[in-house]
C-alpha cells in the first residue's frame, strides 16, 4: 500500500526542540523529492520546508529558515523534520508530501494524515 | 510575491447540486496551479495539477480549468463525499522566495 506515516508531534515547551519522521511505503521514495506542511488548527496550509530525492538540495520558508532542518534517509524510506527554538506559533498539524518529481514539481501528489505539534509551557 | 485568493470561504450546496469554486493569483501563475481536498482526519487529496490535469482516481464530476490568474473548481452532482475544504496552491514562484503558495480554502458544507 502506498502511504506516508507522520509521528513524532506532541507538546512541547517553548525554545525546545523536536523532530518528526515520515514513514513511507509502496512507491520508491529516492524517485521524488519531498516535503512538509503544516496546518494550523482552523487556518490554511503553510508550506514549509522541501528535500530534494538525492539530499543535494533544501528549501525553507522564511518563517522556519534557520530553526527547522529537513533530511531524508533513502535506506529506510523516510523523511524527517528536526525543529529547534519552537514557537507558539508553530503549532500545527504536520503532514508530509510527496512531490510529484524527483526534481522540484513542487506540488504534492501524496499525503500522510498529519501529526499534531503544540508548543505551549 | 503572489497572494492567493479563494472565493467565497463557504459555499453551502445540498446534495445533487453543483459548486463553483474560485481561486485567483495576484499575478499570472501560467498553468502552474493545483487543487487538493482536505476533509478532517484523512489525508489530503491531490485534484488536479497544473490547471486542468485531473489527478489519478479523481471522479468526472470533478473539473478544472483556467489559466493565468483565474482559476475555477467545478464539481457537478455534489456526493456526501466530496463535502470538504478545497485549497488552490501556485507553484509558479517557488515558496521559499516568500509569498503565498495556498490559497486560503473553500468549505463546501450542506
Known amino acids: 500500500e502506498v502511504q506516508l506515516v507522520e509521528a513524532g508531534g506532541g507538546l512541547v515547551q517553548p525554545d525546545r526542540s523536536l523532530t518528526l519522521s515520515c514513514k513511507t511505503s509502496g512507491f520508491r521514495f529516492d524517485d521524488h523529492a519531498m516535503h512538509w506542511v503544516r496546518q494550523v488548527p482552523g487556518k490554511g496550509l503553510e508550506w514549509i520546508s522541501g528535500?530534494?530525492?538525492?539530499?543535494?538540495?533544501?528549501e525553507y520558508a522564511q518563517s522556519v529558515k534557520g530553526r527547522f532542518t529537513i533530511s531524508r534517509d533513502n535506506a529506510k524510506n523516510s523523511l524527517y523534520l528536526k525543529m529547534s527554538s519552537l514557537r507558539t506559533e508553530d503549532t500545527a498539524l504536520y503532514y508530509c508530501?510527496?512531490?510529484?518529481?524527483?526534481?522540484?514539481?513542487?506540488?504534492?501528489?501524496?499525503w500522510g494524515r498529519g501529526t499534531l505539534v503544540t508548543v505551549s509551557a | 510575491e503572489i497572494v492567493m485568493t479563494q472565493s467565497p470561504a463557504t459555499l453551502s450546496v445540498s446534495p445533487g447540486e453543483s459548486a463553483t469554486l474560485s481561486c485567483r493569483a495576484s499575478r499570472s501563475v501560467e498553468t502552474d496551479l493545483a487543487w487538493y481536498q482536505l476533509k478532517p482526519g484523512q489525508a489530503p487529496r491531490l485534484l488536479f495539477y497544473d490547471a486542468t490535469t485531473r489527478a489519478v482516481g479523481v471522479p468526472a464530476r470533478f473539473s478544472a480549468s483556467g489559466s493565468g490568474s483565474d482559476f475555477t473548481l467545478t464539481i457537478i452532482s455534489l456526493e456526501s463525499e466530496d463535502f470538504a475544504v478545497y485549497y488552490c496552491q501556485q507553484y509558479s514562484m517557488w515558496p521559499s522566495w516568500g509569498g503565498e503558495t495556498f490559497g486560503q480554502g473553500t468549505k463546501v458544507d450542506i
Open positions: 508530501a510527496r512531490d510529484k518529481g524527483s526534481g522540484w514539481d513542487w506540488f504534492f501528489d501524496l
Open positions: 528535500i530534494s530525492w538525492n539530499n543535494s538540495s533544501e
